[in-house]
């Protein structure tokens, strides 16, 4: 492996425009190339920042300023041409569809080759390696929209790909995936590493499945510096209680936290608070749903799971009246849903999307929380006093004057759920809710959520992450091509073998860990 430095960081730190903390602060670092780096986090430690610091799109592309200095193989950022340095460092975000340009997936992938002045006889063979690379051959002439969310991130690495970069960076690229699908493009980047010569920086909250692709790990802090640059064996062996204090998930084999379920304290209410009949939705003359039937209890928090594009946020979306069912009713608090005056129905319940920004109407971080209570009339002292309590729960009182759209991934993610909290909702409909958050602020949440569980409040999420269900859920309802393959508590779910396969779903480390240690026994 060759060490020469690929990039250098000396006493670089980037600030946005009207922010007084930095983000990224006083960085002094060298990346290598053959480099395999796990850049970890807390939320909003300027991970992503960093990332596109490297290649060259902030500042240009954002009204922020950096300091200090970053070289590439030994050349000043300021050296070279706008735009050049993007095609040497490739990045995969987390969201596929915000890098796609084109419908078909050949034609996405001609655009990227027509930016690199590649002549035209030599793209279809440069189009067919990529893709055989990386295992889509058959989805060459396909519509990018019909791909799953695994495909779409697998064409949009493809993309970064045919640049030819010297190094990949991969923000999150799995935290939209199903559990298989994400297993698997992490195991398409370990074998892109047998295969191609280039340094890899993953960023990422939950180290597991990198781990043994990694020869470094980065963490950064709260303040956005850099706290520890070492072996991975090393930085989840000596510096646990770091770690832990940044709030920060552990590796599962080094974190007890995730050896037991905590027992849940779920007392069945009879009453439903939603109920679904036999409902049924279309899109474009495709089939999404198919009745589908099942009841919300009022103090109940039931998962919804299943693989990329199984329906889940569809029926989420249904349930909160944001679309229209095909077929079928539902009721909610004994009156049918179609019946419910808007203001009253958005009094009562609350929903979180998949994108936060989906949701934001107001200029800071203060007025978003504020915009619901003043609509109900409350009074600016009360406001104030829920502002400042949600502020403080979701760490965000630094940011209280931000505004929303400047705000980190999981920040944006954490005030979007507390803009649902104000009041307590008799329903609460959440899409990934703990999505891109570290281990502190996922726990905060679902503390909040047991609470307004056991207060009454129905509570519904799509989720891909198992220990959640495991750890959380009274039932879990599994999606599979847009019918219920099964609704019941968590434990059913891991017992049944086929279905998991099926709904390309993974157990959880607690279940996984026991069934090792059996066939340890039993051998």
């Known amino acids: ?60 592309t954002v009204e922020g300023y950096a300091s200090g200095d970053l070289y590439f193989q030994e050349t000043h950022l300021d050296k070279f041409k706008k735009g050049e340095l993007n095609q040497r460092i490739g990045i995969v975000f987390q969201d596929p569809e915000s890098q796609f340009c084109m419908i078909k997936v050949e034609d996405e992938l001609a655009f990227t080759l027509e930016n690199l002045s590649v002549p035209r006889n030599q793209m279809i063979q440069k189009i067919d390696e990529v893709l ?20 779409k991130q697998k064409i949009a690495l493809a993309a970064v ?24 493009f992490v195991g398409l980047i370990g074998e892109l590493q047998q295969q191609i010569n280039m340094s890899i ?18 963490v950064l802090n709260h303040n956005g510096e850099l706290m520890v640059d070492d072996e991975p064996q090393k930085v989840f062996r000596d510096y646990i209680t770091t770690l832990k204090e940044e709030g920060l ?47 919300i209890r009022c103090g109940e928090l039931v998962a919804i799971v299943g693989e990329n594009g199984a329906g889940k946020s569809t029926l989420l979306q249904l349930m909160a009246r944001l679309l229209k069912p095909e077929r079928g009713d539902m009721t909610f608090l004994d009156l049918p849903l179609e019946n419910w005056n808007e203001s009253e129905l958005r009094k009562r319940t609350g929903f979180v999307f998949q994108n936060p920004e989906h949701q934001f109407i107001a200029d800071t971080v ?12 409350l009074s600016e002292n009360k406001i104030k006093h829920v502002v400042n309590r949600l502020l403080e729960t979701f760490q965000l009182t630094d ?65 891909h992450d198992m220990e959640l269900v495991d750890q959380y859920a009274d039932r879990v309802i599994v999606l599979d091509q847009g019918e219920i393959a099964l609704d019941g508590k968590p434990n059913d779910l891991w017992k049944n073998d086929n279905l998991l396969k099926q709904a390309r779903l993974r157990k959880p480390y607690r279940i996984e860990r026991s069934e090792v240690v059996t066939i340890g026994i039993n051998h």
Request: glycine share 6%; charged share 20%; with cysteine.
């Open 1 to 60: 492996m060759s060490h020469s430095p690929l990039i250098t960081l000396k006493n670089f730190s980037f600030s946005f425009e009207g922010q007084e903390k930095p983000v990224i602060n006083n960085l002094s670092l060298t990346i290598n190339e053959g480099d395999s780096i796990l850049l970890i986090g807390a939320s909003g430690s300027g991970k992503s920042t960093l990332a596109l610091c490297l290649n060259g799109l902030y500042p240009d």
């Open 132 to 151: 055989e690379l990386i295992g889509m051959t058959e989805y060459k002439h396909s519509n990018i929209h019909e791909l799953s969310g695994g495909q």
């Open 161 to 184: 790909l045919l640049m030819k970069p010297e190094l990949l960076i991969l923000d999150e690229p799995t935290a939209n995936l199903d559990p298989v699908s994400s297993l698997e």
């Open 201 to 218: 920086l993953v960023i990422e909250h939950q180290a597991d499945d990198w781990i043994d692709l990694m020869n470094r790990v980065m």
């Open 249 to 295: 998930f552990l590796p599962k084999t080094s974190d007890d936290l995730f050896n037991q379920k905590p027992p849940t304290s779920f007392v069945p209410n009879t009453q439903p608070c939603l109920s679904v009949n036999d409902l049924s939705f279309f899109r474009k003359k495709k089939k999404v749903l198919n009745g589908i039937s099942f009841d």
């Open 366 to 377: 203060y007025d978003e929380l504020a915009f619901g209570m003043r609509l109900n009339g």
């Open 399 to 463: 940011h209280k004057f931000s505004n929303p759209f400047s705000l980190s991934g999981g920040q944006k993610r954490r005030l979007s759920v507390a803009t649902m909290l104000d009041e307590n909702p008799d329903l609460l409909l959440f899409d990934e809710p703990t999505f891109g958050q570290d281990a502190s602020t996922t726990l905060e949440l679902m503390k909040l959520i047991t609470q307004l569980k056991r207060q009454g409040t129905a509570v519904t999420m799509v989720t």
